[in-house]
């Protein structure tokens, strides 16, 4: 069955970096592009872009370029988020969530268990 | 601001029926295809409808889906308190080239 698991909790310092994982299992990692999801505490969903599991092509939604980078590494089928210079209003639970694929722009269908990132001083 | 358009909250008694709506554009929900969500407390959304009406593996018949012109509607019959949870409607923006999601509607069952 398909599984997305993500990496854990981080407590981080404004400022700082923070790399999130999302290992995926039970399909053709290439397959199937990998989008990104913010929830702010209390808030809805927010898109923030896929990645092209096949060419490695990010695209970036309005408000998440420059300190935001999707990348892979496809021999563990896996994606990962990296955000610098973290700010307080980062904080967030971050969702790995697979596109459909088929051909047709849809929204996701299996989505990991989030990573909370909380940034404090 | 969200690209799609949910009431804030619905509520019904358990056994009753709800619907939620989901509000868009041509650009959204009228050329494309619209998925539900479920999100239970402190967990992640789940798949709940896609291609506007069609359930995946184990997500039992109570649940259903629809769409017309730039709206869908997702439907829940008979209601469990196991039901209350948050509900998001998604789907592509093709304006926007980007995926859209509903605010999310918080459901009550009394």
């Known amino acids: 069955q398909v599984q997305l698991v993500q990496s854990g909790s981080e407590l981080k310092k404004p400022g700082a970096s923070v790399k999130v994982s999302c290992k995926a299992s039970g399909y053709t990692f290439t397959s199937y592009a990998m989008n990104w999801v913010r929830q702010a505490p209390g808030q809805g969903l927010e898109w923030m872009g896929w990645i092209n599991t096949n060419t490695g092509n990010p695209t970036y939604a309005q408000g998440f370029t420059g300190r935001f980078v999707f990348s892979l590494d496809t021999s563990v089928s896996t994606a990962y988020l990296q955000i610098s210079s973290l700010k307080a209003e980062d904080t967030a639970v971050y969702y790995c969530?697979?596109?459909?694929?088929?051909?047709?722009?849809?929204?996701?269908?299996?989505w990991g268990q989030g990573t909370l990132v909380t940034v404090s001083s | 601001q969200s690209v799609l358009t949910q009431p804030p909250s619905v509520s019904a008694a358990p056994g009753q029926k709800v619907t939620i709506s989901c509000s868009g554009s041509s650009s959204n929900i009228g050329n494309n295809y619209v998925s539900w969500y479920q999100q239970l407390p402190g967990t992640a959304p789940k798949l709940l409808i896609y291609e506007n009406n069609k359930r995946p593996s184990g997500i039992p018949d109570r649940f259903s889906g629809s769409k017309s012109g730039t709206s869908a509607t997702l439907g829940i019959t008979g209601l469990q308190t196991g039901d209350e949870a948050d509900y998001y409607c998604?789907?592509?923006?093709?304006?926007?080239?980007?995926?859209?999601f509903g605010g999310g509607t918080k459901l009550t069952v009394l």
């Open positions: 969530a697979r596109d459909p694929g088929g051909g047709t722009a849809m929204a996701p269908d299996y």
């Open positions: 998604g789907t592509w923006d093709s304006s926007l080239s980007a995926v859209g």
